[in-house]
C-alpha cells in the first residue's frame, strides 16, 4: 500500500497536486502532505475490508 501511494506521489507534478488541493513539503523530519481545505477532505474508507485514511477530492 505504502509504495503505491509513493508511485502515485512521484507520478504527480508539483502543478497537478497543487489544483487537486495537495501540497508536497520535503524536511528533514520527514515528507508531509498538506490538505487544501477549500478542495479537500479527509475521509475514513475501507480497502480490502481494511479501514484506511482516504482524501476526497472536491470537484468543481
Known amino acids: 500500500m505504502m509504495a503505491a501511494s509513493l508511485l502515485w506521489m512521484l507520478m504527480l507534478a508539483s502543478s497537478e497536486m497543487t489544483d487537486l488541493g495537495l ?6 523530519d520527514g ?8 478542495k479537500t477532505r ?3 474508507c ?12 472536491e470537484e468543481d
Do not use: A, Q
Not at 501540497?23 to 528533514?28: A, P
Not at 515528507?31 to 477549500?38: G, M
Not at 475501507?46 to 477530492?57: D, E, F, P, Q
Open 23 to 28: 501540497t508536497r513539503i520535503d524536511r528533514e
Open 31 to 38: 515528507t508531509w502532505l498538506v490538505l487544501d481545505p477549500t
Open 42 to 44: 479527509l475521509r475514513t
Open 46 to 57: 475501507t480497502l480490502g475490508g481494511r479501514s484506511v485514511t482516504c482524501i476526497k477530492i
